[in-house]
C-alpha cells in the first residue's frame, strides 16, 4: 500500500499522514522532512540560498526515490508537489492519491501561525494571506482534483478515513 497524501499548505497532510501510518503500522515519510535532512538544509535556506526551481527539483527526484525503494508507506507531500513534473501522475500510477481538502478559513487560520516558516508566504501580510490562499488554490485544484479520493479535512475522523482509504484496496 502506498498512500500520497496531497492538498495545500496547512492543509493536515503531516498531522493526518502520522495518524494513518501510526494506526495502518506504515512507514510515514513528509516529504519536505526528507528533503531537509538531505539538503542539511530548511525549507527556507534551500529556496533563499538556491531556488524553487532547484526545489522543486529535489522534490521529484525524492518523491520517486522514496517510491522506488519502499514497499508500503504514507507520504505527506508539500502543498505544489503534484502541480510540477508530472508528479500527480507518477503519484496515482504508483499509489493512492488522497487530497485533503480544507477550506480557505481554515487555511489562514493555520497558516497565520506559520508563517515564519513558510517560504512561499513568509512575506504575505496577514491581510493578504487570504487572496494569496485563494489565488493558489485556484492554480493548483486542477491538480488536486486528479486524486483518488478527496477529504473534506475539517470533518474527517481517522476511522472512516482508514475505511476510505481502505476501500477498493
Partial sequence: MKIFLIGFMGSGKTHWGRLLADKLQLPFF??????????????SDIFAEKDEEYFRYKEKEVLEELVNTHEHFIISTGGGTPCFFNNIEFMKKSG???????????????????????????????SELKAYIIRKLSERKM????????VNEENILLQPLIELLLKDE
Fill in 96 to 126: 493512492r492519491v488522497v487530497w485533503l481538502n480544507t477550506s480557505i478559513e481554515i487555511l489562514k487560520q493555520r497558516l497565520i501561525k506559520e508563517r515564519m516558516s513558510r517560504p512561499l508566504i513568509r512575506n504575505i501580510g496577514e
Fill in 30 to 43: 513528509d516529504l519536505d522532512t526528507v528533503i531537509t535532512e538531505k539538503e542539511e538544509k530548511s525549507i
Fill in 143 to 150: 491538480y488536486y482534483e486528479q486524486a483518488d479520493v478527496m
